[in-house]
């Protein structure tokens, strides 16, 4: 009788992601996982790949994951951004997972809503 071969259970992991927080970025702590903040675009640094925004009470500096992607994007545009805190108290930056164009959101809503 021949051999049937041998069968390799493969296990499947779920690998889950923390959902991003809709925080003010003057709430922002460097204990905080991933956050969603919106804001709008006061300045860009092509040289690093960054953008500063601002939502009227505070502003944060966000690193882009593609230095590329900083032509996406306009000063003065209004944007969400989803990614990581780094660092403490007074030297708060976030890593940006997604930058999306939130130009078309009624930010009086917005507000509303989540905070």
Do not use: C, H
């Amino acid at each position: 009788m021949p051999e049937e071969p041998e069968k390799l259970e493969e296990e499947k992991k779920i690998l889950r992601r923390a959902p991003a927080i809709p925080v003010p970025i003057a709430k922002l702590t460097g204990e905080m996982g991933r956050v969603a903040v919106i804001g709008t675009i006061i300045s860009k640094n092509a040289d690093i790949g960054s953008i500063v925004i601002d939502d009227g009470q505070a502003s944060i500096l966000v690193l882009l994951n593609d230095p590329a992607d900083i032509e996406r994007f306009k000063e003065g545009q209004t944007v969400r951004v989803l990614g990581k805190v780094w660092g403490t108290d007074n030297e708060i930056e976030l890593q940006a997972e997604v930058v999306q164009d939130f130009s078309k959101i009624d930010r009086e809503l917005y507000t509303k809503v989540f905070f």
